[in-house]
T-cell receptor, first 118, second 108 residues
């Protein structure tokens, strides 16, 4: 069975410090990978998605970046955190799409990382 | 890409059927409609997905009219544990966009 891991679970960082959040998936190959951010009481904002190693698409311009150094590893980074970066960060995966009409593209979410920037 | 609109919140009582409607006027021909459930401090969990007409699984039903410009998630006989935020989204290939969702509050 497939599992998705995220760490750390919680993180408190000062403004201007760097960030590295890691996400790994087990039990599947060539998954689509996603990073979302959720501010308190808000919906999920798609930050980045990846369909393969080294292939990253950014949805929202900001001081964050993402990398996919291995097939099942997705990393979210920042060189200098802002107060507005605080939130709940979620990694997700979905099976790779085949064909024009995707018949099965359910996303599976990790446990999330609660980031507080002070 | 389908943008979605759904009520911010709904109240219900245990044992009632709850229907949450979502509008997606600009849904594309190849977009599916998917609903997720999210509890506090957890990632969303897939509930149901459909393309047209009616889909039913062990936890919910999804009704999609012929024009596909809206969809209704139906939760039969809700319990307190169904208190959560429910999101509808129209997905396009690899992209998924979650709106603010509908906060369902189930009362005893």
């Amino acid at each position: 069975s497939q599992t998705i891991h995220q760490w750390p679970a919680t993180l408190v960082q000062p403004v201007g410090s760097p960030l590295s959040l890691e996400c790994t998936v087990e039990g599947t190959s060539n998954p689509n990978l996603y990073w979302y951010r959720q501010a308190a009481g808000r919906g999920l904002q798609l930050l980045f998605y990846s369909v393969g190693i080294g292939q990253i698409s950014s949805e929202v311009p900001q001081n964050l970046s993402a990398s996919r150094p291995q097939d099942r590893q997705f990393i979210l980074s920042s060189k200098k955190l802002l107060l507005s970066d605080s939130g709940f960060y979620l990694c997700a995966w979905s099976p790779p799409i085949s064909g024009i009409l995707s018949s099965y593209n359910e996303q599976f979410f990790g446990p999330g990382t609660r980031l507080t920037v002070l | 890409l389908a943008k979605t609109t759904q009520p911010i919140s709904m109240d219900s009582y245990e044992g009632q059927e709850v229907n949450i409607t979502c509008s997606h006027n600009n849904i594309a021909t190849n977009d599916y409609i998917t609903w997720y459930q999210q509890f506090p401090s957890q990632g969303p969990r897939f509930i149901i997905q459909g393309y047209k007409t009616k889909v039913t699984n062990e936890v919910a039903s999804l009704f999609i009219p012929a024009d596909r410009k809206s969809s209704t998630l139906s939760l039969p006989r809700v319990s307190l544990s169904d208190t959560a935020v429910y999101y509808c989204l129209g997905d396009n290939f690899n992209k998924f966009y979650f709106g603010s969702g509908t906060k369902l509050n189930v009362k005893p």
